[in-house]
Every structure is written in structure tokens, then in C-alpha cells.
């Protein structure tokens, strides 16, 4: 039996959405945020050393990083769903989407978090010059890098459907958390159409809204 280590709010949704979408039996054990600091609690490092979610384990083997999860979900499990044909243009799409969620998107999606804290938490004393540092390098790095990925995203989506091509693959799982990400800083309708036409036929999927009541309630943090 496949069990998802499920931290709340958290990157571990789209393992629930993609276990509904196989059709595939699995526990989830549900872990809580700090309330202070909102990282995951000591208890998940007894799982995987980086105490880090999301983690699957399954008949002993142990399975951590969203995207390795994901293929490793899809290569046992999937029976050809989910994933292009060898060879096909799909596939290649597939492929650079599936690593584009996490390796480009993702990054400039914490850093602004990270920033949005840094403003907010620093003592008073030097919360001015904190929020000075903060809005340079969001304005000078974050902030271009951040509408230059969402950019490339919404012109991709004018070509086709779906990111991979015109069925929803793995890779489209992997996509919907940098764009739930970047929608709730703010809605995507006026400046990215496509962006926010895609969450809507992402959370309007059966097996999205089963994996919601699954893994509880689910806002991600901004």
C-alpha cells in the first residue's frame, strides 16, 4: 500500500491528484506546519533524513522530491497514462515540463515568499532597511524572473491544451503548483488568461477535487 507523508498546504496536493488520477489505493498520513515558523515538523524526518514533504513510501521503499515521485508513480503504476509516447514531440515537451515546474518556476515562487517574510519578520529597529534590501532584489531579480517564466507559460499554453500537448499528462501535475502558487499572490485572469483558464480545468477534474478532500484543506502560503 502506497502511503503519502502529506504536509498541509504544501507540494504534496499534486501526489494526491496524481494517485486519483491512476485509480491507485493509498493512505495519506497528515503532518502540520510549525505555527511559528511554518516548516514541516521534526516527526517527518523519521521518514526521509531532509524531514521534507512530500515522501511516499511503498512496500518499504521510500520515495522523496515531487518529481521523482511522480515518475517513479507513473513508471510502476501508470501502465502508459499520463505520459506522451517515446519519441513523440509530447514526450519531449512532457520531459522539459516536468522539470521546468520545480527547476525554474519554483525557485522565483519561494524567493518571494522568502522576501514577503523578511519584510514582515524583521525586528522594527531595521525593518526599514530590510524592506529597502527585499524590494531591490525582488524588483532587480525576482520580480522579472518570476513574469518571464509566467510569460513563456501562458504563450505555451496558447499552442496547445495542455503544457505537454492536447491530453493532460504528469507533466500538467507538476505544472499546477507553480501556477496555484503564483495565482495566489494575486489573480492570473486579467494578465495571464490561459494561466488561469488551465487551474480551472485543473480543479474542475474529478480526481482533483477527490485528492482535495483526501489530503483537508488546502491554501498555499504567500
Known sequence: MITVHHLENSRSQRVLWLLEELGLPYEVKRYERDAQTNL??????????????????????????????????????????????????????????MHMAEGSAMPFVVMTLILNRIETAAPWLIRPIAKAIAGQVRAGYVGPGLKGCLDYMESELGRRAWFAGDELTAADVMMSFPVEAAAARGSLASDYPRLAAFLERVHARSAYQRALERGGPYALLT
Do not use: F, M, Q
Request: overall charge negative; some cysteine; proline content about 12%.
Open 40 to 97: 514541516a515538523p521534526p516527526e517527518l524526518k523519521a521518514v526521509h533524513p531532509l524531514g521534507k514533504s512530500p515522501v511516499i513510501t511503498d512496500d518499504g521503499e521510500v520515495v522523496a522530491e515531487t518529481g521523482a515521485i511522480v515518475e517513479y508513480l507513473v513508471e510502476c503504476y501508470g501502465n502508459g497514462r499520463l505520459v506522451p509516447p517515446a519519441g513523440s514531440p509530447e514526450r519531449r515537451r512532457y520531459t522539459y515540463w
